[in-house]
């Protein structure tokens, strides 16, 4: 019998390039059903495009930290390049998405959110520590918390605790399993980050800046165990076509943005 295909994506970051390579992969594996985990704006040029594709496409769009700080109520007058980008309509639909959801694929619970479930910029990230940078405060260290039932996603003691949980935000993928659970990260559709490159010259950083996702395969919805498979992808794109977007627009910091496109180079690294 034919399994289930769920297209997982993550922090597309308004790389419209990119995003198109991924749709067109996962059309060509005809896989229909696809989730989003956050952060489609911000750092790339074309947020309104990344919006539109991701409402049409998407089954499941969840909120980000970006997202959130863009499109919330009180960010409508301090003149953000990207929400005067994407206009009142698109923020009002972001700043509306759900922060986690819950679907059931062979028998496991899986819940999905962007960074965990106490914040959205929570990081966890099982091979490297944030301590010592900017990111320190926000790190989770403990890998059992993201299966936790919190108040901020709404859930109690009384609910059942995920299986699987999968979670964006770091732009670094990842799948492990810890206490006879899975984690999982699809990585960046739009702004990958390889957290050893430290060099913008080497050239084996274009292994790192392609895109990525992740499929599930399993019987969707299904609460009866049964086999269930993690597929990460990594897809190349006409990167250079996106740098020029950025550099023919008007965003701010083009030149981060740019060598960070280029090196998958973590943001902590000057």
């Known amino acids: 019998m034919a399994q289930d295909k769920i297209a997982i994506i993550s922090d597309i970051h308004a790389n419209i390039t990119a995003l ?22 911000v750092k790339g040029a074309n947020p309104d495009l990344v919006i539109d594709t991701i ?3 998407c089954e499941v769009n969840i909120l980000g930290n970006c997202d959130y700080a863009i499109c919330k109520s009180e960010s409508k007058n301090k003149n953000f390049w990207t929400r005067n980008k994407i206009g009142e309509k698109r923020a009002k639909y972001i700043a509306n998405l759900p922060i986690f959801y819950d679907f059931y694929m062979s028998g496991h619970l899986i819940r999905i959110f962007h960074s965990s479930p106490f914040r959205l910029d929570a990081i966890f990230n099982p091979m490297f520590s944030n301590e010592g940078t900017s990111y320190s405060g926000t790190e989770i260290k ?4 993201l299966f ?6 709404g859930k109690s003691s009384h609910d059942k605790e995920p299986d699987v949980v999968g979670f964006g ?3 670094t993928p990842c799948l492990l ?4 659970k899975t984690l999982f990260n699809p990585g960046s559709v739009g702004f990958s980050v390889e957290m050893l490159n430290d060099n913008e010259e080497d050239k084996s950083n274009k292994f790192s800046t392609l895109a990525s996702y992740i499929i599930i395969e399993g019987s969707y919805n299904s609460k009866i165990l049964s086999p269930i498979s993690f597929n990460l992808v990594r897809i190349p794109y006409d990167i250079n076509k996106e740098v020029e977007m950025i550099n023919k627009s008007d965003i701010p910091n ?3 943005l740019v060598r960070s496109l280029l090196t998958a180079m973590p943001n ?3």
Do not use: M, Q, Y
């Open 148 to 153: 936790k039932n919190t108040k901020f996603i």
């Open 55 to 57: 409402k049409e496409k």
């Open 177 to 180: 399993r810890f206490k006879n």
């Open 254 to 256: 083009k030149d981060i």
């Open 142 to 145: 403990d890998p059992e918390l």
């Open 268 to 270: 902590n690294l000057k």
């Open 20 to 41: 198109n390579a991924v749709l067109t992969d996962i059309e060509n594996r005809n896989i229909k059903r696809i989730f989003s985990l956050g952060d489609c704006i």
């Open 169 to 171: 935000h770091s732009h």
